[in-house]
């Protein structure tokens, strides 16, 4: 059974920082890509960034260049979020999602998707 859960959400200041990790279960972890989503309350759900594990490559949305990294620990099964700079508009519940061939930031693309976890920027 596939298993992705999130987890390090919480509620920060502006300009502050969190890491998230996504523990993946029940895959050949180094076959799938894992991408980071998040949705806003009225929003539609937006890529955030996406890892790809079989050769590292990596993708992000234009909004958290520079702010945020994605990195993968093969030996734990988990990728990570590294959220630096936070903006008020960073708040949203954050999702990981797995997938063996996904477009790296496009929802529909994605099979397998974790819980969420809660990410509150406070001005």
């Known amino acids: 059974e596939v298993q992705l859960v999130e987890s390090g959400g919480g509620l920060v200041q502006a300009g502050g920082s969190l890491r998230l990790s996504c523990a993946a279960s029940?895959?050949?972890?180094?076959?799938?890509?894992i991408g980071w989503f998040r949705q806003a309350p009225v929003k539609e759900r937006e890529g955030v960034s996406c890892?790809?594990?079989?050769?590292?490559?990596?993708y992000y949305a234009d909004s958290v260049k520079g702010r945020f990294t994605i990195s993968s620990d093969h030996a734990k099964n988990t990728v990570y979020l590294q959220m630096n700079s936070l903006k008020p508009e960073d708040t949203a519940v954050y999702y990981c999602?797995?997938?063996?061939?996904?477009?790296?930031?496009?929802?529909?693309?994605?099979?397998?998707w974790g819980q969420g976890t809660q990410v509150t920027v406070s001005s």
């Open positions: 890892i790809i594990n079989s050769d590292g490559s990596t």
């Open positions: 999602a797995a997938d063996s061939n996904p477009r790296p930031l496009y929802s529909l693309s994605y099979d397998y």
């Open positions: 029940g895959f050949t972890f180094d076959d799938y890509a």
